[in-house]
């Protein structure tokens, strides 16, 4: 991993991979990759967001307390 990804926590387990992603890519910018983990004994989950440009990361960055599905991000 390298400075275009951030890690992101307190992800609604009701929110799809494909929310997390256009999520970040309507705020953020293009998202490269993203992998999103969790199981059945956690009430969220976490993601690692690699984006395209590293300034997309950096906003990201600024998206913790935002609410995805009923939760705000970390």
Same mark, same amino acid.
């Given at each position: 991993?390298? !400075? @275009? #990804?951030?890690? $992101? #926590?307190?992800?609604?387990?009701? *929110?799809?991979?494909?929310? =997390?992603?256009? &999520? &970040? /890519?309507?705020? $953020?910018? /293009? =998202?490269?990759?993203?992998?999103?983990?969790?199981?059945?004994?956690?009430? #969220? @989950?976490?993601? &690692? =967001? /690699?984006? =395209?440009?590293? /300034?997309? !990361? #950096?906003?990201?960055?600024?998206?913790?307390? *935002?609410?995805?599905?009923?939760?705000?991000?970390?």
């Amino acid at each position: 991993m390298c !400075a @275009r #990804t951030i890690y $992101c #926590t307190n992800i609604d387990k009701k *929110v799809s991979q494909a929310d =997390v992603k256009l &999520f &970040f /890519e309507s705020i $953020c910018g /293009e =998202v490269y990759r993203l992998r999103l983990l969790g199981d059945y004994q956690h009430n #969220t @989950r976490i993601a &690692f =967001v /690699e984006f =395209v440009m590293a /300034e997309s !990361a #950096t906003a990201a960055l600024n998206c913790s307390g *935002v609410i995805l599905g009923s939760l705000p991000i970390r």
